[in-house]
């Protein structure tokens, strides 16, 4: 992992690495060696995901209607409800 906590195309678990979206339906499969090749070994799972998803529609939405791709193998981040406080 890098410093900031994020997770690198190294890091990610399987390969081919895998992304869903719940709410277009779109499913992809690709394989590490092709992504580190293209992107570098150093790109973190969030810029991967933005960037193999630039192409969604929702992806540039204000609000909460963007983009759902994640990556399965990862689980689902869950929304915290309350939101954490801070002070």
Sequence with gaps: PR???SLTITDHPTDP???DCQKCGR?????????????GSDT???D???LLASDCESRNKLGNQGCGAFYPAL???QKR???????
């Design 44 to 46: 973190v799972l969030p």
């Design 17 to 19: 690495i895998e992304i």
């Design 27 to 39: 499913h992809g499969r690709y394989r590490k060696a092709t992504l580190i090749k293209k992107y």
């Design 81 to 87: 409800n309350p939101p954490l406080a801070f002070g």
């Design 75 to 77: 689980g689902r981040a």
């Design 3 to 5: 410093p900031n906590g």
């Design 48 to 50: 991967l995901l933005a």
